[in-house]
């Protein structure tokens, strides 16, 4: 019971990495000392995604998160490997190991079948996007996070739509599609903002470097164009957009 409060309290203070961290390691020592191994794995786990917003954590981390896959395979949970084979990849990918990211995500994905997790599908997807995407593999980036927003659309996931527009935004200005990848960033700003979905300081920063380097490539006017037709469009038109343009 008191492990269970700390990963509690862990999860609860996410938002406050080092306090998390703190609860999560105190949770894995209970765990330990209890010899409790499915908590233990959920506890190691949860404190190895703890780690995804510190960089200099991430092979801490994947440590963790490694010990924490190998109890939930012996124990045989499955929602726990799904968990623990999500943020696996999740630390891998921030690592730029993306090779090792895309395997364990695609792992991830059949354990989600098995489990009917179609909310970790569609993220693991998105992060697949991700991957495609910094490889310059641009027609594949399209058809993950395609497919991704396509499934939260089904499965009424629609909090997690706004993130994927602006992935797929990325993708469109790669193949330079500038003023379109305008639009889809405005609109995901814009539906985040009425969500009260705020962005880490560092998303944050990659956003502002975004949408200036798209002002400087379409020239003011364009951009400002583009920019009021992403704020002026729905979320149900912005993604019956995305899944036609992309």
Same mark, same amino acid.
């Given at each position: 019971? &008191?492990a269970?409060?700390?990963? *509690?309290?862990?999860?609860l203070?996410?938002?406050r990495?080092?306090q998390?961290?703190d609860y999560?390691r105190?949770?894995v020592d209970?765990?330990r000392g209890l010899d409790?191994?499915v908590n233990l794995?959920?506890? *190691?786990?949860f ?6 917003a ?6 801490d981390?994947?440590?963790? !998160? ?6 939930f395979r +012996?124990s045989?949970?499955?929602h726990g490997?799904?968990w623990s084979?999500?943020v696996? !990849? ?11 990211? @895309?395997? %364990?995500?695609?792992?991830c994905i059949?354990q989600?079948?098995i489990t !009917?997790?179609q909310r970790?599908?569609?993220m693991?997807?998105?992060n697949l996007g991700?991957i495609?995407?910094? $490889?310059q593999q641009y @027609? +594949?980036? /399209?058809?993950?996070?395609r497919?991704?927003i +396509?499934l939260?659309?089904e499965? =009424?996931? %629609?909090y997690t %739509?706004p993130?994927?527009?602006s992935?797929l935004?990325g &993708?469109?200005a790669?193949i330079?599609q500038?003023?379109?990848?305008t639009?889809l960033?405005?609109?995901?700003l814009? &539906?985040n903002e009425?969500?009260?979905? &705020?962005?880490? /300081?560092n998303t +944050? ?6 949408? /200036? $380097?798209l002002?400087?490539q379409?020239g =003011? /006017?364009?951009? $400002? ?5 992403g ?7 912005a993604?019956?957009?995305a899944l036609?343009?992309?």
């Amino acid at each position: 019971t &008191v492990a269970r409060t700390q990963m *509690l309290q862990g999860l609860l203070a996410y938002a406050r990495q080092q306090q998390a961290i703190d609860y999560l390691r105190e949770a894995v020592d209970i765990c330990r000392g209890l010899d409790d191994k499915v908590n233990l794995a959920w506890a *190691l786990t949860f404190l190895a995604f703890s780690t995804e917003a510190q960089a200099d954590l991430h092979t801490d981390g994947i440590a963790w !998160g490694e010990e924490g896959l190998d109890i939930f395979r +012996q124990s045989d949970q499955p929602h726990g490997i799904a968990w623990s084979l999500n943020v696996l !990849g999740n630390l891998k990918r921030l690592q730029g190991n993306f090779i090792e990211a @895309e395997t %364990i995500y695609e792992q991830c994905i059949e354990q989600c079948h098995i489990t !009917g997790e179609q909310r970790r599908i569609s993220m693991v997807l998105g992060n697949l996007g991700i991957i495609a995407e910094r $490889n310059q593999q641009y @027609e +594949q980036a /399209a058809s993950f996070i395609r497919e991704s927003i +396509q499934l939260a659309r089904e499965i =009424d996931y %629609i909090y997690t %739509i706004p993130a994927k527009l602006s992935l797929l935004a990325g &993708v469109l200005a790669g193949i330079n599609q500038l003023y379109d990848a305008t639009k889809l960033l405005s609109t995901s700003l814009a &539906v985040n903002e009425s969500m009260g979905i &705020v962005a880490q /300081a560092n998303t +944050q920063v990659e956003i502002d470097r975004y949408i /200036a $380097n798209l002002r400087t490539q379409l020239g =003011d /006017a364009d951009f $400002n164009l583009a920019w009021e037709e992403g704020q002026s469009m729905s979320l149900a038109q912005a993604v019956e957009f995305a899944l036609i343009n992309s």
